[in-house]
């Protein structure tokens, strides 16, 4: 009976811990998007939101790996990888809060240039689809090991659609001749953002590294 009560409060914390992630990610998706067309009036408080998302979710974080080390008998995997598992996409949501100081420090009149703007929605958008495909990834490797890989392959490839797209708005941006702070900050943008991307992208990679570990899972 402890053994399963044991199993069911690392479920439903893990899932609660997604469900924290998910709501940073979609929130930053969401006023990126408005930044990005500069329909965003009030910065900081849109911002300052998923900050807030980070700390809640580093809380719900502490709580997981509480119970993670309470009863080791009680997971399908070694403890010590499922606590790196949680604690590698944790980083998910901190580096998604990076993202949110660095447009919080922004000059007030800074804007994206419009010729790339199409790009970077493009790049905003993979940002939400690696992040979202990642966490189901994560919940699928509980029951699915086969969905669970195929999954990171996509995340593969998302990331080198991303890889493309940060060149291609770089190779347009420095080709401008003025303003070179405006230019050194949507540099800083892009990277930001193409770093949440690649660290999804590494974290696949570590499951998919498990589920060779566990070939009979």
Do not use: H
Not at 140 to 159: P, Q, Y
Request: charged content about 35%.
């Amino acid at each position: 009976m402890k053994l399963k009560k044991n199993k069911e409060d690392i479920s439903q914390i893990n899932i609660e811990f997604q469900e924290a992630i998910r709501t940073g990610a979609e929130k930053l998706f969401n006023y990126m998007s408005d930044f990005i067309e500069n329909r965003l009036e009030k910065v900081d408080d849109r911002f300052q939101e998923i900050i807030i998302c980070e700390k809640n979710c580093d809380r719900i974080k502490e709580k997981y790996i509480e119970v993670l080390f309470k009863d080791k008998r009680a997971l399908p995997f070694l403890i010590e990888d499922r606590y790196k598992m949680i604690t590698n996409v944790d980083k998910i949501l901190n580096k998604s809060e990076l993202v949110s100081r660095y447009i919080q420090v922004l000059p007030s009149k800074f804007e994206i240039y419009e010729d790339i703007r199409d790009e970077m929605n493009q790049l905003n958008k993979l940002y939400l689809e690696t992040v979202n495909q990642l966490l189901n990834c994560t919940l699928l490797m509980e029951t699915s090991f086969s969905g669970a890989f195929e999954i990171t392959f996509e995340i593969e490839k998302w990331k080198r659609q991303a890889y493309d797209l940060k060149f291609k708005i770089l190779d347009i941006i420095f080709q401008k001749k003025d303003e070179p702070l405006r230019i050194s900050l949507t540099w800083k943008i892009v990277t930001l953002m193409f770093d949440v991307i690649s660290w999804a992208e590494e974290i696949s990679d570590f499951l998919r590294g498990l589920i060779i570990k566990y070939p009979g899972k």
